[in-house]
C-alpha cells in the first residue's frame, strides 16, 4: 500500500511512505513526476538503488516495516530523504573525488549501490543512526548533461 501525503500549502515538502517492498516502479513514476524528462533515467537508477537499500537491506523485506520518502523542490535543487525502520549502518566509505576508487571486486554483491548514489546525486548523506538518507540533485546545471540518456 502507497500513502501519499499532499504537500501543505506554502510547504515544500510531499511525502510517500510504502510498505517494503521491490515493486518500487509506481512509486519512482511518483517521486519523478516534477523532474525534467532527460534526467529521468539517471534519478530513476539512483533512487531506485537507495529504495532497495531501504527495503531490502533496512527493513528486510518485512511488510509491516514502512519506507518513507520526503521530496522536495526548491528552485532547482530536488531532495529525496529516505527514511526505513531498520537498525540501521555506518556507511563502509565515503566516495569524495572520483567514486570509481571505492568500487568494491566485481565478486562483491555489495557496495556497488553507494557508489552509484555518489555518482548520479550531488548531495548523500546518511543520519547518524543510518537509517536516513538524504540526496540532493540540482538539475540545471549549464554544463552537465545527464550520465545517461
Not at 506554502?10 to 523532474?35: H, M, Q
Not at 533515467?41 to 533512487?47: I, N, P
Not at 531498520?86 to 569524495?96: D, E, I, L
Request: proline share 7%.
Amino acid at each position: 500500500m502507497i500513502t501519499i501525503s499532499p504537500r501543505p500549502v506554502k510547504r515544500n515538502w510531499g511525502t510517500i511512505s510504502f510498505a517494503s517492498t521491490l515493486y518500487l516502479c509506481p512509486i519512482l513514476d511518483l517521486l519523478l513526476a516534477e523532474v525534467p524528462y532527460r534526467w529521468h533515467a539517471e534519478l530513476r537508477l539512483g533512487l531506485q538503488e537507495a529504495l532497495v537499500n531501504a527495503a531490502k537491506h533496512g527493513n528486510n523485506l518485512d511488510p509491516s516495516k514502512v519506507v518513507i520518502v520526503r521530496f522536495s523542490l526548491e528552485d532547482d535543487h530536488y531532495w529525496w530523504v529516505i527514511s526505513d525502520q531498520g537498525c540501521g549502518f555506518t556507511p563502509p566509505y565515503k566516495c569524495h573525488a572520483d567514486p570509481t576508487e571505492y568500487l568494491p571486486p566485481l565478486e562483491s554483491e555489495s557496495g556497488r549501490g553507494m557508489c552509484i548514489l555518489h555518482e548520479i546525486f550531488d548531495q548523500v548523506h546518511w543520519n547518524v543512526e543510518g537509517t536516513q538518507l538524504k540526496l540532493g540533485k540540482q538539475i540545471n546545471h549549464r554544463f552537465r548533461l545527464p550520465l545517461l540518456n
